[in-house]
């Protein structure tokens, strides 16, 4: 089965500290992404790396960043949390099928900020 | 990029058979139809895929008419466990720097 791991199920912390969500996968899968969701917006795509090193602006990149250093981890980073970013924090990674893709998804961090 | 329209809630019974439309007047040729599960904090779960015509497996059946611009999910007799949001979505399936839209989803309530 493919797992995909994030560093915290719960997380609280202070306005303008620098924040680090971490996530790991273990099946080789190219790609990892990093969403938000909020009640009644659905999943909304922060960023997405398709290699190590290299990284892609999701819908709503403001206020975050991304790191992929090794294959099998990608760090989501808060540089200066702020209250508007309490959210449900999903990590997923996707694999090719026969020519269909396929997201597995990490169990989320829920980060809220004071 | 193809949307998806599928209603915002449903509910039905235990033991009743649930189908959940979705709409994608857009489809590319290209396109694979995805569904997920999601249950309350906790990540989106792969059910099925499909192209066309039918999919079948454990869980769910997918219906993909001819023309491909919408998909029925199938959940045959469903218990509460299966009370959750659902997700439909398209993309291509071999590009694989591409990734997927995701809508609002339908909330599925089962009740006993």
């Known amino acids: 089965d493919v797992k995909v791991t994030q560093s915290s199920r719960y997380l609280v912390k202070r306005t303008g500290e620098k924040v680090f969500l971490e996530c790991v996968q273990d099946?080789?899968?190219?790609?990892m992404f990093w969403y938000r969701q909020d009640p009644g917006l659905g999943l909304r795509l922060i960023y997405f790396?398709?290699?190590?090193?290299?990284?892609e602006k999701g819908d709503i990149p403001e206020g975050y960043s991304v790191s992929r250093e090794k294959k099998e981890r990608f760090s989501l980073i808060l540089e200066s949390a702020s209250t508007n970013q309490t959210s449900m924090y999903l990590c997923a990674s996707s694999s090719h099928q026969g020519g269909q893709t396929v997201e597995y998804f990490g169990p989320g961090t829920r980060l809220t900020v004071t | 990029l193809a949307k998806t329209t599928q209603p915002i809630s449903m509910d039905s019974y235990e033991g009743q058979e649930v189908n959940i439309t979705c709409s994608h007047n857009?489809?590319?040729?290209?396109?694979?139809i995805t569904w997920y599960q999601q249950f309350p904090s906790q990540g989106p779960r792969f059910i099925i895929q499909g192209y066309k015509t039918k999919v079948t497996n454990e869980v769910a059946s997918l219906f993909i008419p001819a023309d491909r611009k919408s998909s029925t999910l199938s959940l045959p007799r469903v218990s509460l466990s299966d009370t959750a949001v659902y997700y439909c979505?398209?993309?291509?399936?071999?590009?694989?720097?591409?990734?997927?839209?995701w809508g609002a989803g339908t909330k599925l309530i089962i009740k006993p």
């Open positions: 979505l398209v993309g291509p399936g071999w590009d694989s720097n591409y990734q997927l839209i």
């Open positions: 099946m080789d899968h190219e790609n």
């Open positions: 857009n489809i590319a040729t290209n396109d694979y």
């Open positions: 790396s398709y290699d190590v090193k290299m990284k």
